[in-house]
């Protein structure tokens, strides 16, 4: 019996966990795309408020006059957190693409204004670059 209740009691848990993180305004799956290509994919974890996740940057390139994803660069995210409407986090970002030399690397800033549910928009807080529409798979 009491298995039972230790059983019930860890599946309402997760139940609840789950709930939680489903409701979170920021965790989820968001992708953004540059001339009908993936340009990036973001993957939000929130564990009770404490967020996690990672990001894949697509590098496309101009091949006979069509764009084409030719590679891609993932990266963890370095202290993730929500200021209001703002999902504001770090990456370590090659100077040079595909560099590893730890001379090459540096810290970027990233700021997302969550417009809507589903919906936001990326900024590069280093250095302004363009804004870039994302949409959270599902819900």
Do not use: C
Not at 54 to 69: P, Q, R, T
């Amino acid at each position: 019996m009491k298995m039972l209740a230790g059983l019930l009691l860890t599946s309402s848990l997760m139940a609840v966990s789950a709930a939680a993180a489903s409701n979170s305004p920021i965790a989820g799956i968001w992708t953004g795309q540059l001339h009908n290509q993936p340009a990036i994919k973001l993957t939000v974890s929130d564990h009770g408020g404490k967020l996690s996740g990672d990001i894949i940057f697509y590098f496309l390139m101009l091949e006979d006059g069509a764009w084409k994803v030719k590679g891609d660069a993932h990266v963890n995210l370095i202290n993730p957190r929500l200021e209001g409407k703002e999902f504001i986090f770090d990456v370590q970002h090659a100077r040079k693409h595909g560099s590893t030399n730890p001379a090459d690397q540096e810290i970027k800033t990233f700021r997302m204004e969550l417009t809507g549910k589903n919906e936001a928009v990326l900024k590069n807080a280093g250095d302004g670059g363009s804004d870039l529409v994302l949409r959270r798979n599902g819900d």
